[in-house]
């Protein structure tokens, strides 16, 4: 069992940065892959992140590729989204998952926190 806490939205300025963190509980944080998915107001829930168990690999969704880098600490049981350059178009409910598959599919993931505002104005 993983529980998951995200932390860090809040309101920027286009342009700006944030950082997101996502705090884990569990003995076996370091054998799940993580992601980051955000949801906007009338949007289905879309991929942004994903990093594997040892943060050997990441991908990305194109539309943040460049501006966001996903990061983890198994020491500390935190994955972290670093968000620069963020547009108005980055406004959501950020969420991040755990599995053990190294997985864009949101669909695959077991264990989700409950998500973090990020609202960027123009």
């Known amino acids: 069992q993983v529980q998951l806490v995200e932390s860090g939205g809040g309101l920027v300025q286009a342009g700006g940065s944030l950082r997101l963190s996502c705090a884990a509980s569990?003995?076996?944080?370091?054998?799940?892959?993580m992601g980051w998915f955000r949801q906007a107001p009338g949007k289905e829930r879309e991929f942004v992140a994903v990093?594997?168990?040892?943060?050997?690999?990441?991908y990305y969704a194109d539309s943040v590729k460049g501006r966001f880098t996903i990061s983890r600490d198994n020491a500390k049981n935190t994955v972290s989204l670093q968000m620069n350059s963020l547009k108005p178009e980055d406004t959501a409910v950020y969420y991040c998952?755990?599995?053990?598959?190294?997985?864009?599919?949101?669909?695959?993931?077991?264990?989700w926190g409950q998500g973090t505002q990020v609202t960027v104005s123009s």
């Open positions: 998952a755990a599995d053990r598959s190294y997985t864009v599919s949101g669909s695959d993931y077991d264990y």
């Open positions: 569990g003995r076996t944080f370091s054998s799940y892959a």
């Open positions: 990093i594997n168990w040892s943060g050997g690999s990441r």
